[in-house]
């Protein structure tokens, strides 16, 4: 593959994918936020993987979601990919389909290529002139370097929410989106982390958890992104932890906590501080002795429906979505 970089990230040029390189005409394409997000996942990689079993979860939960929904893509783009469970679930759920994966940490992009065997060195498919089982690009969310309709399936499990303008990132995905193509995505909702608040409430006044977006927000998004017939609904799991430091260290993992405003000390506190959070967390046992957290996950899902004009629409005018896309999905002949 060929690669050129935009504003500092390196595009490859897949075959097959029509790529615009769009994404670098604007003087604000990539905002120092979003620099910022990308060097924070460069530091987290290492330890991302101790969040498999969260991602693999709610990733199954979505294949479920998946499975009324009767869709065969030809081209298919797992949108913040991370270290690659979604690509290797979408290559075991459509075998025919051009997998690509997009993330904005090129160290996740490489633990993610990991799990193609035929990206490995010395594997036989290699040397047969195998393609590898899906691609890989380092971008943005909000700036993707693909031509208009480049996908009919878009996909992105518990990536949204890190972005810093997801009112950006919904109408970019729109415009990569081919007509009759379908958008499922998962992010955490407000109450995700909410006994870790109260925790860190009881040491002091300052805001040390991320704030995840309402659900309904992330609804209004989609339909003034162009999106059509927006599915959301959530619920809450709770995650259990024997000891207080495995829970901040995980939460800290996947980036959930604030960086310290001194930037050389990002994430650093004083002992006292730390052993205080510690004790308000370890107050929160349950009946069973382990401390819960709570994720809220917020599931949603929408479609690109064609121009006005060449949709099918009711009596009153409203868009109509044929049966055959919202039916169970039915095997391949």
Same mark, same amino acid.
């Given at each position: 593959?060929?690669?050129?970089?935009?504003?500092?990230?390196?595009?490859?040029?897949?075959?097959?994918?029509?790529?615009?390189?769009?994404?670098?005409?604007?003087?604000?394409?990539?905002?120092?936020?979003?620099?910022?997000?990308?060097?924070?996942?460069?530091?987290?990689?290492?330890?991302?993987?101790?969040?498999?079993?969260?991602?693999?979860?709610?990733?199954?939960?979505?294949?479920?979601?998946?499975?009324?929904?009767?869709?065969?893509?030809?081209?298919?783009?797992?949108?913040?990919?991370?270290?690659?469970?979604?690509?290797?679930?979408?290559?075991?759920?459509?075998?025919?389909?051009?997998?690509?994966?997009?993330?904005?940490?090129?160290?996740?992009?490489?633990?993610?290529?990991?799990?193609?065997?035929?990206?490995?060195?010395?594997?036989?498919?290699? /040397?047969?002139?195998? +393609?590898?089982? =899906?691609?890989? @690009?380092?971008?943005?969310?909000? %700036? &993707?370097? $693909?031509?208009?309709?480049?996908?009919?399936?878009?996909?992105?499990?518990?990536?949204?929410?890190?972005?810093?303008?997801?009112?950006?990132?919904?109408?970019?995905?729109?415009?990569?989106?081919?007509?009759?193509?379908?958008?499922?995505?998962?992010?955490?909702?407000?109450?995700? /982390?909410?006994?870790? +608040?109260?925790? =860190?409430?009881? @040491?002091?006044?300052?805001?040390? %958890? &991320?704030? $995840?977006?309402?659900?309904?927000?992330?609804?209004?998004?989609?339909?003034?992104?162009?999106?059509?017939?927006?599915?959301?609904?959530?619920?809450?799991?709770?995650?259990?932890?024997?000891?207080?430091?495995?829970?901040?260290?995980?939460?800290?993992?996947?980036?959930?906590?604030?960086?310290?405003?001194?930037?050389?000390?990002?994430?650093?506190?004083?002992?006292?501080?730390?052993?205080?959070?510690?004790?308000?967390?370890?107050?929160?046992?349950?009946?069973?002795?382990?401390?819960?957290?709570?994720?809220?996950?917020?599931?949603?899902?929408?479609?690109?429906?064609?121009?006005?004009?060449?949709?099918?629409?009711?009596?009153?005018?409203?868009?109509?979505?044929?049966?055959?896309?919202?039916?169970?999905?039915?095997?391949?002949?």
């Amino acid at each position: 593959m060929r690669g050129v970089c935009c504003r500092g990230f390196p595009v490859f040029l897949l075959p097959g994918f029509p790529v615009s390189l769009h994404a670098a005409d604007s003087p604000d394409a990539f905002l120092p936020p979003t620099r910022l997000t990308r060097l924070a996942f460069d530091r987290r990689s290492a330890a991302f993987g101790q969040l498999d079993f969260l991602l693999g979860e709610i990733g199954r939960r979505m294949q479920e979601r998946m499975e009324v929904v009767r869709l065969s893509p030809q081209r298919a783009l797992d949108l913040g990919c991370g270290h690659g469970q979604g690509l290797a679930g979408l290559r075991a759920r459509f075998p025919d389909a051009q997998i690509a994966g997009l993330d904005i940490s090129g160290a996740m992009l490489a633990e993610a290529g990991q799990r193609d065997p035929q990206r490995r060195p010395g594997w036989v498919g290699r /040397l047969l002139g195998k +393609r590898p089982l =899906f691609d890989l @690009v380092q971008g943005d969310l909000a %700036t &993707l370097p $693909f031509a208009p309709g480049s996908f009919d399936l878009l996909w992105s499990n518990l990536a949204l929410h890190w972005h810093p303008e997801p009112h950006r990132v919904f109408p970019e995905w729109h415009r990569v989106t081919q007509n009759d193509g379908l958008v499922m995505f998962s992010l955490f909702g407000p109450d995700t /982390l909410r006994e870790l +608040r109260a925790a =860190f409430a009881e @040491v002091d006044s300052a805001p040390h %958890t &991320l704030r $995840f977006v309402d659900m309904h927000d992330i609804g209004d998004m989609l339909v003034h992104s162009g999106w059509s017939t927006p599915v959301m609904d959530m619920e809450t799991l709770t995650v259990t932890y024997e000891s207080p430091e495995t829970l901040l260290r995980e939460v800290q993992a996947f980036g959930g906590l604030r960086a310290h405003p001194d930037a050389r000390h990002a994430g650093l506190h004083g002992r006292r501080w730390h052993e205080a959070v510690c004790a308000a967390l370890a107050r929160r046992r349950n009946a069973d002795g382990v401390i819960p957290l709570s994720f809220e996950i917020v599931y949603g899902h929408a479609w690109k429906l064609a121009p006005r004009g060449a949709q099918q629409l009711d009596d009153q005018g409203h868009a109509v979505v044929p049966l055959d896309k919202i039916g169970r999905a039915r095997p391949r002949r």
